[in-house]
């Protein structure tokens, strides 16, 4: 794995110019251990593009999983995110699909949460995607408090709705 922002904002991984980000269907994968949240935010997944900071965001905000859509449509999953923080490795995914608006979240394989948000809505292509940290900005804007803290084993970004099974393996 990857250890990311033991102290500060020493740590990201970007990929720009993402011509094929998934537009209307998504599923991502994360695997990560941490022992906590280091400032205000606990980052999984940040995708900027121009004129859009958040238009796709999954971070922890403290309480609850908050997953950001198009720069403006959020849902907040009542998931309390502290057990997972153990160190221990921990798999964590979401689902969205644009037609219905179905958003699920799963951690270890298990469904947790389901609800709708930014039904019929389209992400843009051609942007930034950052694992370590919130893009204020296209490739930037980083801050300390806005970060992951913690070991990153692997990350997955599908264009389509992976099945609980799929997730799983």
Known sequence: GVRFNQTDTNGVGLADNITDFP???????????????LGSQQIFASYAVTGSSNEFLVYDNGGNLRVILNDGSGLDIPVDMSPFYDGAPQTMAVTWDSASGDLRFFMNGAELFNGTVASGVTLDQGGTFALGQDQDALGGGFSPSQNFNGTIYGASLYGDIRTPSEILN
């Open 23 to 37: 537009s209307t269907q998504l599923s991502y994968e994360i695997t990560f251990a941490s022992d906590g949240i």
